[in-house]
Nanobody
């Protein structure tokens, strides 16, 4: 089994930055693609960003493109999401996910095998 634990969420003001992290532990013996998804209050879960195992391929939702940056440190089994110029619309529970069936980044939530418990990000206006 693999466990994913997110951290770094919190309450911030609009226009500021925040970095959230996701650490994988357990039976992390193979390569995996990773992604971030979020669920705003009262809405469906939505794709935010994804990254390949090597880190050379990334995808972003249009709503965060140019403001968010996904990265990873495979030696630490950690994936990051740097969020700049935050807006109140970015308020959501952010979930990381890992896809052990592929090394390529995917925006499809159904491709991911493991999910974290989520971290709350609240952006005040």
């Amino acid at each position: 089994q693999v466990q994913l634990v997110e951290s770094g969420g919190g309450l911030v003001q609009a226009g500021t930055s925040l970095r959230i992290s996701c650490v994988a532990s357990g039976r992390v013996f193979s390569y995996y693609a990773a992604g971030w998804f979020r669920q705003p209050p009262g809405k469906e879960r939505e794709f935010v960003s994804a990254i390949s195992w090597s880190g050379d391929i990334t995808h972003y939702a249009n709503s965060v493109k140019g403001r968010f940056t996904i990265s990873r440190d495979n030696a630490k089994n950690t994936v990051y999401l740097q969020m700049n110029s935050l807006k109140p619309d970015d308020t959501a529970v952010y979930y990381c996910a890992a896809d052990f069936d592929s090394t390529q980044a995917t925006i499809n939530a159904y491709s991911y095998d493991y999910w974290g418990q989520g971290t709350q990000v609240t952006v005040s206006s």
